[in-house]
């Protein structure tokens, strides 16, 4: 139960509207592409 008792602590964060802020500037829409989607793996070993 170590984990889940430490992890309780991230209830008590408390995000202040300067923070949001700060968020909002640096994680705009679009800044970011990942092409999780367009990689090309081939095929699957298990399907061969």
Avoid: C, W
């Avoid at 008792?5 to 909002?24: A, F, M, S």
């Avoid at 705009?28 to 990689?39: E, F, H, K, T």
Wanted: hydrophobic share 30%; no cysteine; proline share 8%.
């Amino acid at each position: 139960m170590e984990k889940p008792e430490q992890n309780l602590g991230v209830v008590e964060v408390d995000i202040t509207d300067q923070n949001r802020t700060q968020i909002d500037e640096t994680s705009l829409p679009s800044r970011v592409i990942a092409p999780y989607y367009q990689a090309d793996f081939g095929p699957h070993s298990f399907y061969r």
